[in-house]
């Protein structure tokens, strides 16, 4: 471990990937290191901050850094190429600087944890003289396939299947991270996905959004690799183990949340009878095709059971014509909503996810059954675990043509909504529920995981 020689308590510096789904889990983890009386910054980037002007929740302060891309963020880049090159150049100063600001303060920053897809933020640390903790927002089956591949003890392309490797579930083409499974797809996102691993073994700690319990094979497999400490699930304390009374979201919606919307969502919601309403929603960043969308549209209308579906703004014009108007009486149609207060409403019976991972955690630790429909990256791996592994539901089967059709999503929805497979399915939810909670209270893995965290960066 590097030493920068201070004496000082630890101060750690948290820099997540700048995406809702990752800029999440690294909140949640700093608010359990400040739980822990650890002092924490968080550094997001120019453009979120002076659009959102986000507040300090009174525990973990905030700093900026530049991406390059203070004016217009991700879409003013243009490609993924580009934001990630600019990104690595500029953020590497603007993050060194932040570091170098510290020194000579009272709270010197002496831990920078740092998203894995940013793995050049581990050379800043070195040349700062602080330690790293590479953070990974995936889960520990998708970074251990990233892991072989980038290690060449996985050859692309695969031909051979299922993949078979000691400690994974068997895994079909369609199980696999989607930048291993159609390459060329998004080739500058499975650079991206692979270079995480270039300088794993010179970090200090690998820190995982998983718990042991979820995942023991392949994070025993992986623990034998690099210094992996499961952390997680990374869900606010208030829907877990309620230990830390200010935690109680995440804090930061990157997308316009109106109160009055969540009010009218949670009213709407009460009105209903227990476990009776559909949850439907693909995250921060899928786009679903028109014809997937219609299908999809078209299965909700169809089904027997009320649905509340997150439609973001740029996704809205996709619905067909009069849809909103023609379901009123069964379906509400938001553009976000406050995602952990509507899973843990007792109102919803399944949760018909892009199985994201934060999604799917927090799905789990709320013990809510879903349907999974993975569109892209991690999301089929996912929900293999979903469907194969800890069978708290079931995933969509995709039509010759790529589209998912609306009987087999009606299908799906009767399999986790109704009858004994919906008991089965209810049964496993609360099971791993009670497994990951236990993870973050008092003595659980996570829990002393995060305590081992705290006590090496402390000695250091
Ligand atoms: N989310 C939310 N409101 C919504 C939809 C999503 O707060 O209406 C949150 C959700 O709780 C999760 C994150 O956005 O924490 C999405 O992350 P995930 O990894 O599931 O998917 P991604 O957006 O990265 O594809």
Not at 116 to 144: E, H, M, S
Request: include cysteine.
């Amino acid at each position: 471990m590097s030493q920068n020689n201070n004496t000082s308590s630890p101060h750690v510096l948290a820099l997540p990937y700048p995406s809702q789904g990752h800029i999440n889990p690294m909140i949640q983890f700093c608010r359990r290191l400040s739980s822990k009386g650890v002092k924490v910054s968080l550094a997001l980037t120019n453009f979120i901050s002076n659009t959102l002007k986000p507040r300090s929740d009174g525990h973990v302060s905030l700093v900026t850094i530049s991406d390059g891309y203070d004016e217009g963020g991700f879409t003013e880049a243009g490609s993924v190429d580009t934001y990630l090159d600019r990104l690595k150049t500029i953020g590497s100063s603007s993050l060194g600087q932040v570091i170098e600001d510290h020194v000579g303060t009272s709270h010197p920053i002496t831990c920078l944890v740092y998203d894995a897809f940013l793995p050049w933020a581990l050379d800043i640390a070195r040349v700062k003289g602080v330690c790293g903790a590479a953070f990974f927002t995936q889960a520990c089956l998708v970074n251990y396939v990233y892991y072989l591949v980038y290690h060449k003890r996985l050859d692309l392309p695969i031909v051979k299947t299922p993949v078979e490797i000691r400690g994974l579930p068997l895994l079909e083409m369609r199980d696999l991270p989607s930048f291993v499974d159609s390459l060329g797809s998004y080739p500058g996102y499975l650079k991206l996905v692979l270079e995480q691993n270039c300088n794993l073994d010179k970090a200090d700690f690998v820190l995982v959004n998983t718990c042991y319990e979820l995942e023991k094979e392949v994070t025993d497999a992986m623990s034998k690799e690099c210094p992996l400490l499961t952390i997680g699930p990374t869900v606010p304390s208030f829907y877990l183990d309620k230990r830390i009374d200010f935690d109680k979201d995440y804090g930061l919606n990157l997308y316009h949340i109106d109160a009055n919307h969540t009010t009218a969502c949670i009213t709407w919601l009460n009105s209903k009878p227990p476990r009776s309403v559909v949850y439907v929603s693909f995250g921060s960043m899928a786009c679903l095709p028109v014809e997937q969308m219609e299908e999809l549209a078209l299965g909700l209308k169809q089904s027997a059971f009320d649905f509340l579906w997150v439609v973001r703004q740029c996704e809205m014009d996709k619905l067909p014509m009069g849809f909103i108007d023609e379901v009123v009486n069964k379906g509400l149609i938001v553009t976000w909503t406050e995602q952990l207060e509507v899973l843990a409403n007792e109102s919803i019976g399944c949760f018909f996810t892009h199985c994201g991972w934060n999604s799917t955690l927090e799905a789990l630790a709320l013990g809510v059954p879903m349907v999974g429909m993975p569109q892209w990256t991690d999301q089929p791996t996912d929900a293999k675990l979903v469907e194969d592994v800890w069978k708290v539901g079931v995933r969509v089967k995709v039509g010759e043509n790529g589209v998912v059709k609306r009987e087999e999503i009606v299908k799906c929805i009767i399999e986790v909504m109704e009858g004994d497979t919906r008991l089965n399915f209810a049964e496993n939810a609360k099971y791993w529920k009670d497994l990951a909670r236990n993870a973050v209270c008092e003595d659980g893995s996570s829990d002393k995981n995060i305590n081992q965290f705290v006590s090496k960066i402390s000695s250091s």
